[in-house]
């Protein structure tokens, strides 16, 4: 049996199909998310999981959940910082700050509470592997990307800063920058509203939830002295769109 992996979104998409992927490759799961009937499914189809019913937003109650880690669930060995989520796809104007901040708390905030609850116990054992889940958008921007784009750079530049600080610890550090993947993203994105979500990927065939769980294989499975420090990917019918000039 290997070490933990610590999942953080395993309900649905990328996490969920990472979590399996990981648990085939012989490692213990330690599952994060809000919806507690997904988790408890997940239990029941993956051997040796702990699951963690949690709002990655709550600082308190994710670092009490660390904290309190079964004792075999406590050598986490990799974390996947992979719970995020788009709101809308209005312009600046027209998003709520309601909206705007869940982003920022989420994607930036969440983000940064797994990763400083998780580091300590990595640096201890001289070992880890921290992936986290950037985007396309966090180098590329978009009409109605703003604040969603933005936090996917502070994930890119974090996950650059942090090797700095932990050299010497054996820690490795990768950032995964998706384009257009089916999962449950566009679903969250346009609230609940499936035809407009469904419009997103017609016609296109999509980066898929098990593609990235390969991806994350790959990396694992480079020799320890190799650090990858930047996976950007996109479907193959994906390419930028160029710079946009307002005529009169
Ligand atoms: P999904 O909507 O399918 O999954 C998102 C996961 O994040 C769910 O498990 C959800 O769990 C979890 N999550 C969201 N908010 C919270 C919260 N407050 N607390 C705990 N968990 C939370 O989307 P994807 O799998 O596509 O997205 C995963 C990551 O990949 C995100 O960071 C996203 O930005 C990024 N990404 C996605 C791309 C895409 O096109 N799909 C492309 C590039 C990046 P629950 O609701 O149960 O809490
Ligand atoms: C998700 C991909 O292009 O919708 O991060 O921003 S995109």
Redesign the pocket.
């Known amino acids: 049996m290997k070490g933990t992996a610590f999942i953080?979104?395993?309900?649905?998409?990328?996490?969920?199909a990472i979590a399996r992927r990981l648990s085939k490759e012989g490692y213990k799961i330690i599952a994060?998310?809000?919806?507690r009937d997904?988790l408890e499914k997940l239990v029941k189809e993956i051997k040796n999981t702990h699951i963690i019913e949690?709002?990655?937003?709550d600082k308190d109650a994710l670092f009490e959940a660390v904290k309190n880690l079964p004792e075999s669930f406590k050598d986490i060995e990799i974390l996947v910082n992979?719970?995020?989520?788009?709101l809308g796809i209005d312009g600046i104007l027209q998003t709520s700050v309601d909206d705007l901040e869940t982003m920022i708390d989420?994607?930036i905030k969440?983000l940064l509470y797994s990763t400083k609850a998780v580091l300590p116990i990595m640096a201890a054992r001289k070992s880890g592997y921290v992936f986290n889940?950037?985007?396309?958008?966090g180098a590329w921007p978009y009409p109605g990307s703003h604040v969603y784009g933005a936090s996917?750079a502070f994930v890119k530049q974090f996950s650059r800063n942090i090797r700095n600080d932990l050299k010497g610890t054996g820690i490795r550090v990768t950032e995964i920058?998706?384009?257009?993947?089916?999962?449950?993203?566009s679903?969250?994105r346009f609230k609940g509203d499936i035809e407009r979500a469904n419009e997103v990927y017609a016609g296109v065939e999509p980066i898929t939830?098990q593609d990235i769980a390969t991806i994350v294989v790959n990396c694992i499975n480079m020799p320890k002295h190799v650090n990858i420090n930047i996976v950007e990917l996109m479907a193959t019918a994906q390419t930028w769109a160029g710079l946009h000039v307002e005529k009169n």
């Open positions: 953080t979104g395993a309900t649905s998409g990328f996490g969920d994060l998310g809000r919806r997904r949690c709002d990655i937003r992979n719970a995020g989520l788009a989420t994607n969440g889940l950037g985007s396309t958008a996917k920058a998706p384009g257009i993947c089916k999962t449950e993203f679903e969250v939830a």
